[in-house]
C-alpha cells in the first residue's frame, strides 16, 4: 500500500465517521415520534431523497462499477439501511394518504435503483462507461438534493434568524463535504469531487450565515420568551431535512 493509498483510506475513515453522524441526527426526532405514535407533520421526503442518494452512490462504488472505491460503499450501504429504518418507522406512524404515499416513492425507488442496476451490470462493459453513467446520476441526485439548504438559507435570509439552522449539522456538513473532496481529490473522481465541491460550499455558505445572524437570532428569541438569557443551544429544532451527506 502506497502513501497515497494510505492517505486516501485514512480521509474516507473520517469521511465515514462524519457521514454516520449526519446519518443518524433525525434519530431523536424518530424517538419523539415513536413516542406520540404519530408523525403528525414531519415530511418523509428528506428520509427517501437520502434513501436514493445512498443506494445510486453505494452502486457507484461497487468493485464491478468503479474499483477501489470501498468506503464509498460502507457508508452509502449503512445510510441505505438507516434511511430505510426511518421510512419504514415513518410507514408505521403515518396514515390514510400520506403512508400510500411514501409507500408509493418507495416502491418508485426500489424500481428505479433495479433497473439502474440491471442495465449497468448487463448492457455496459466497461468500468469506464459504467462509472459515468452512475457517476453522473449520482451527481444528478446530489445537485437535486441542494434544494433543501437553499430553502433553509432562503428562509434565515429572510427570518433573520438561524433558529431553524442548526450549527452543528452545518459545521459537521462542512466536514463531511472536506473530507469526502479530499478524499476524491487524492485519487482524482470527478463524481465524487463535484457533488462534495458544491456541498462544501453550501456549508461554507451556511455557516457565514450562521455568523451573521446569530446575534438577532438571539435577540428574537430572548424577546419571544421575555428574557435576556436565552441561548441558541436551549433552542429545540423541529426541521431536520439538512441532515443528509453530499456523498
Known amino acids: 500500500m502506497t502513501a497515497t493509498d494510505i492517505a486516501r483510506t485514512a480521509v474516507g475513515i473520517i469521511g465515514n465517521i462524519i457521514s454516520g453522524a449526519l446519518f443518524l441526527s433525525p434519530a431523536p426526532t424518530f424517538v419523539e415520534i415513536c413516542k406520540k405514535g404519530s408523525v403528525e407533520q414531519y415530511s418523509a421526503a428528506p428520509y427517501l431523497a437520502t434513501l436514493v442518494n445512498c443506494m445510486v452512490w453505494t452502486l457507484y462504488g461497487l468493485p464491478m462499477v468503479h474499483p477501489n472505491s470501498i468506503l464509498v460503499v460502507t457508508i452509502n450501504g449503512s445510510g441505505c439501511i438507516i434511511e430505510l429504518i426511518f421510512v419504514t418507522l415513518f410507514l408505521i406512524y403515518s396514515g390514510g394518504k400520506k403512508r400510500l404515499k411514501v409507500l408509493l416513492w418507495l416502491l418508485l425507488e426500489l424500481i428505479f435503483i433495479s433497473v439502474l442496476t440491471f442495465i449497468t451490470l448487463t448492457k455496459v462493459h466497461t468500468f469506464k462507461k459504467r462509472s459515468a453513467i452512475v457517476g453522473t446520476t449520482c451527481i444528478l441526485f446530489n445537485i437535486m438534493m441542494y434544494a433543501s439548504p437553499l430553502a433553509i438559507m432562503k428562509l434565515v435570509i429572510k427570518t433573520k434568524s438561524v433558529e431553524y439552522m442548526p450549527f452543528y449539522i452545518s459545521l459537521a456538513s ?20 463535484i457533488p462534495n465541491g458544491l456541498g462544501t460550499l453550501f456549508a461554507v455558505a451556511q455557516l457565514i450565515l450562521y455568523a451573521t445572524y446569530y446575534k438577532s437570532t438571539q435577540r428574537q428569541i430572548a424577546a419571544r420568551n421575555g428574557n435576556g438569557g436565552v441561548n441558541l443551544s436551549q433552542v429545540v429544532v423541529g426541521r431536520d431535512d439538512q441532515s443528509k451527506p453530499d456523498n
Open 174 to 193: 462542512f466536514g463531511n463535504g472536506v473530507a469526502w473532496t479530499t478524499y476524491s481529490l487524492i485519487r482524482f473522481d470527478k463524481f465524487i469531487t
